[in-house]
């Protein structure tokens, strides 16, 4: 049996509900490979590149950055599950101009995305935002802050279901960052420098998270009860509801990537970085490279 370490560098079933999936419902035995998650959430580039990595967003700003040779070989979605979550009396992220807005570090994917948006929205996220910047995590002080008022609204991923929240304390979910802004994101990605894409290990991630894609997919019942693992705050049938708005929707069928996306996130976000891109989105994501498995593991019957 091949061995490899995954980490993944965001909370969430936008981040981890692929894998927990692959590992649920044995498809990584089946494959062949035993997985050893492990939280990367604060670990620098330098560590991360020893092993394969679950955010891509994360990556792609690491090779534009840090000139570290990373390759996308699996695209869960095109829309990053984040949304701004606003109190009463705002409609429109135009209504954010002079407002308090928590948000993630600008150096980070949800960070990068967050100030696109803005911009698209006509705000300037340095001028015309007040940013309470805080490291991603389960939101929780973001919803205190939401309630004592001290923000005016956040950047919130999906550690919860956005519109449950809001219905619950009469808040308002501006907009969802998908519907603003694709990017090819999360997935898995490696460093050929020490892991090599054709490695039989990482094949083998790639095929058992294709298979979980499926699941998404074919299987509502299995999906929405592993979301509920991660939204254990919301009833069964709010898990559901977030599974049709955002997960059935926006989740690959097959992990491939659509180049043109690919193409316009990596000219987005060099020119939100201010760095030139010195590679192109088909020598990022190679999503075309999965072998498929030669005969299936001896121990299975």
């Known amino acids: 049996m091949h061995m490899i370490d995954l980490a993944y560098v965001g909370r969430g079933p936008h981040e981890e509900l692929v894998t927990y999936i692959a590992d649920q419902e044995d498809f990584y035995a089946e494959e062949g490979i035993h997985v050893a998650l492990r939280d990367g959430c604060t670990w620098d580039a330098e560590r991360l590149r020893h092993g394969a990595v679950i955010g891509l967003g994360r990556t792609l700003l690491s090779r534009l950055r840090d000139d570290i040779p990373w390759v996308a070989l699996n695209v869960n979605t095109y829309r990053p599950l984040f949304w701004f979550l606003a109190r009463p ?19 980070t994917g949800p960070g990068c995305f967050t100030r696109i948006v803005l911009r698209q929205a006509g705000l300037d996220p340095d001028r015309d935002v007040q940013t309470i910047v805080r490291w991603p995590g389960d939101y929780g002080m973001d919803l205190r802050g939401l309630q004592d008022g001290s923000i005016d609204a956040a950047v919130i991923g999906d550690t919860m279901a956005p519109a449950a929240v809001a219905g619950e304390h009469g808040w308002r979910v501006l907009a969802f960052v998908g519907d603003h802004f694709q990017i090819p994101t999360v997935g898995v990605a490696v460093d050929p420098t020490y892991t090599k894409p054709d490695d039989p290990a990482v094949q083998a991630v790639v095929r058992a998270h294709r298979r979980a894609l499926q699941v998404i997919h074919n299987d509502p019942d299995t999906t929405v009860r592993h979301l509920h693992t991660f939204l254990g705050r919301h009833t069964t049938e709010e898990v559901r509801a977030h599974y049709e708005a955002f997960i059935a929707p926006a989740f690959t069928t097959d992990g491939q990537v659509d180049l043109a996306i690919g193409i316009n996130a990596i000219t ?34």
């Open 268 to 301: 987005a976000i060099s020119a939100e970085l201010r760095v030139p891109a010195t590679f192109t989105a088909a020598e990022f994501y190679r999503t075309a490279t999965t072998t498929p498995q030669a005969s299936p593991p001896e121990y299975v019957q």
């Open 89 to 107: 009396g705002l409609t429109s992220l135009a209504d954010l101009h002079g407002r308090r807005l928590a948000v993630h570090p600008p150096h």
